[in-house]
């Protein structure tokens, strides 16, 4: 059971967070909060400074995190719906004039060859927004092009030769994946059900964030509760992952499920304990305070694995 004070307490968070409370901790959809999304909060201010060009920013990838593809991101993550009209203009308009010759694509003109990562974010908010399957077949084929050996991805893969698997990338493209297959697309689907099932089984591989070779912790960073997390892997992303997919609980998930209830504060909350640098229109929660989008997370994991705290 979700201790009924902290259900208050996200309640009285952005219409977003009570729109996924409802959708993930009460399993009641209530369509009124995510049609608020688009005019109140969060998501009012991300499409209230949308460019009349139907960008933000300068353009798809830039300023980074002030962009349109990030801002996008952020809007899908909202629960925004998935039939709003400006959004689906701007998709349509990216992959008009932003594809390039490998089928990917492209985050900046200067870059000559698609990014792994930014391909599975865009599959990831493209499928969620309903985009022409047509126009998304060129994407599949340039990333089931870039799978590794391993089973995972990387965004340098095909730049600079990587040879082993990032969590980042792996998980950027699972998302993708998952947004693709949940929407009903049909095109290569045994191909990524098994890319699906190899980058899961990768991620389980590493424990979700230990060296396959050594045990030890990749990076610190990947242990620390961040949110939005754009582009970077951290454990709690990877555990929301997992219930959202529906991947059943394996034990190599456990070191990675303790840190996290390690993590939580006496107040029975979670902290916001990382804030990634970088230009933004504004911040959700701020940084060292407890995290609404945390504690959310955090839960809904828990009660996906029938965890009790």
């Not at 990032?166 to 689907?189: A, D, P, W």
């Not at 407890?290 to 705290?309: C, E, K, Q």
Request: glycine content about 8%; charged content about 25%; some cysteine.
């Amino acid at each position: 059971m979700i201790d009924n004070q902290i259900l208050d307490w996200l309640l009285e968070g952005d219409v977003s967070i009570q729109y996924q409370v409802y959708r993930d901790l009460l399993k009641t959809e209530k369509s009124d909060l995510r049609e608020r999304i688009s005019k109140e909060g969060w998501g009012a201010q991300y499409l209230s400074i949308r460019n009349v060009n139907g960008h933000w920013g300068l353009g798809f990838y830039r300023p980074k995190w002030t962009s349109t593809h990030y801002t996008l991101l952020d809007l899908k993550n909202l629960g925004i719906s998935n039939q709003n009209k400006h959004i689906i203009f701007t998709i349509n308009k990216i992959i008009q004039y932003n594809k390039c010759s490998d089928g990917g694509i492209k985050a900046t003109g200067q870059n000559s060859k698609s990014d792994v990562c930014v391909n599975g974010m865009f599959l990831n908010y493209a499928s969620y927004f309903g985009a022409n399957e047509t126009d998304l077949k060129s994407i599949i084929d340039f990333l089931l092009s870039l799978q590794m050996k391993d089973g995972g991805f990387n965004c340098h893969s095909n730049r600079i030769g990587a040879v082993h698997s990032s969590l980042h990338s792996t998980l950027s493209v699972l998302e993708g994946i998952m947004e693709y297959l949940k929407n009903g697309y049909t095109y290569r689907l045994p191909e990524l059900k098994k890319a699906k099932k190899e980058s899961i089984e990768f991620i389980l591989e590493h424990r979700l964030y230990q060296s396959h070779k050594t045990g030890e912790t990749i990076d610190d960073k990947i242990l620390k509760l961040s949110y939005p997390s754009r582009w970077r892997y951290d454990i709690l992303r990877a555990l929301d992952y997992f219930q959202f997919a529906g991947v059943a609980y394996d034990e190599r998930m456990g070191d990675a499920i303790d840190i996290v209830i390690k993590k939580r504060r006496p107040d029975k909350k979670w902290p916001l304990q990382a804030k990634h640098g970088g230009q933004v229109y504004f911040d959700m929660e701020p940084a060292g305070k407890a995290s609404r989008w945390n504690t959310l997370r955090a839960l809904r994991v828990f009660s996906y694995f029938g965890i009790n705290l």
